[in-house]
């Protein structure tokens, strides 16, 4: 029975004590210091500090756990594994005269990195579209101080968005950080990440706590897109001649392609290209070329095909040639004909033959 009133007024001291220490004076002029000012240590990781007071006062630390080593103005305090997650350690002393403590507290951070970080898209699995809104959800578990938790999310290298809790739990807590992004042609193929770091200031470590979660890919459906112009210019072409329309286009899925020409041309395989190598008048008019893909886009060519009129044109001018040709080379033997036959008249030539002698 004695016993049990021991333990009972013990207890009642202790908590009178604290009510007292609990209840001290920050604001007095001779604070107890502490070195170092602060500390951020990690779960399960030793720690220690020390507490100087003024001279001729006697220093004492509360502390919920750890060892103490009181000595008249300093004090001295160390802990094997730090596993308070909010701690409240304080050096006091009496001030003289009064029944009041003067007293400093010693901000102690408790952090535990992340245990894992993951990333994905929220409600969605497969292919997305082009134009369209997603969420890219961060998940983070198991870390604290969430309030000092930076969390970046990256497409690539390029770092999209930067994210903080409101939260102000001490304790190891799981939050999902989200982030929405419209998608576009070049997001196809895109890896996204994320990583969750620890700002623990001077007080942390040199390198802070980073963890990254892995790579994550996207498929967006887009297009077709068509590479030339959508309402292309006139084609004139020679007949003869090679006929090549092009409606190329780019998409994912990739684009198909149907033709219809003409009812006077043949009907062409699929593909972007298509080729006539020699035209015919009759294969004039309007092409239309439909690519499909995600949508349907239609290309309209109008193809104008002129005759072929070089050859008539060679044979009128070797005509013409010929034509000029044939008055001038007879006139040219007429010319020459009666030269030759004034050049030896019959007069001259019996007025050159030798005359007899007497």
Not at 23 to 29: G, M, N
Not at 139 to 145: C, F, K, L, M, S
Not at 209 to 232: C, D, F, M, Q, W
């Amino acid at each position: 029975m004695a016993v049990s009133y021991m333990l009972l007024l013990v207890s009642f001291m202790n908590v009178l004590r604290d009510f007292r220490v609990s209840s001290c004076i920050e604001q007095c002029k001779d604070k107890p210091v502490f070195t170092p000012t602060s500390l951020a240590v990690m779960y399960g990781d030793s720690a220690s500090a020390s507490c100087v007071v003024c001279n001729g006062c006697e220093g004492r630390l509360e502390t919920p756990l750890g060892d103490k080593e009181e000595n008249g103005t300093t004090v001295h305090w160390k802990v094997d594994r730090m596993t308070e997650w909010d701690p409240n350690i304080q050096c006091y002393y009496l001030i003289h005269g009064t029944d009041d403590h003067c007293c400093t507290k010693l901000p102690v951070t408790l952090y535990q990195p992340p245990k894992a970080v993951s990333i994905s898209f929220l409600n969605h699995n497969g292919p997305m579209l082009e134009a369209s809104q997603y969420t890219l959800e961060c998940n983070v578990e198991n870390v604290a101080p969430i309030k000092n938790l930076d969390v970046m999310i990256y497409k690539g290298e390029t770092l999209l968005g930067h994210l903080q809790s409101g939260s102000q739990h001490k304790k190891p807590v799981s939050e999902r950080f989200q982030l929405n992004v419209t998608t576009t042609e070049k997001d196809d193929g895109a890896h996204y990440w994320c990583k969750a770091k620890l700002q623990l200031g001077p007080d942390g470590p040199e390198s802070p706590p980073v963890v990254k979660s892995e790579n994550i890919s996207s498929t967006v459906y887009y297009g077709p897109r068509l590479l030339g112009p959508a309402n292309p210019d006139p084609v004139t072409v020679t007949e003869g001649d090679t006929l090549q329309l092009n409606c190329s286009a780019v998409g994912n899925p990739s684009p198909s392609y149907t033709w219809t020409v003409p009812s006077g041309s043949p009907q062409p395989a699929s593909g972007s290209i298509l080729t006539i190598n020699s035209v015919h008048f009759e294969e004039g008019g309007t092409y239309a070329c439909h690519v499909s893909g995600k949508r349907t886009i239609t290309v309209d060519f109008t193809v104008n095909v002129q005759g072929n009129y070089l050859p008539y044109i060679i044979l009128g001018v070797i005509i013409g040639v010929v034509a000029l040709l044939i008055p001038m080379f007879v006139g040219y033997r007429q010319y020459y004909k009666k030269k030759r036959t004034g050049r030896y008249n019959l007069k001259d030539v019996f007025s050159l033959q030798p005359r007899d002698t007497m």
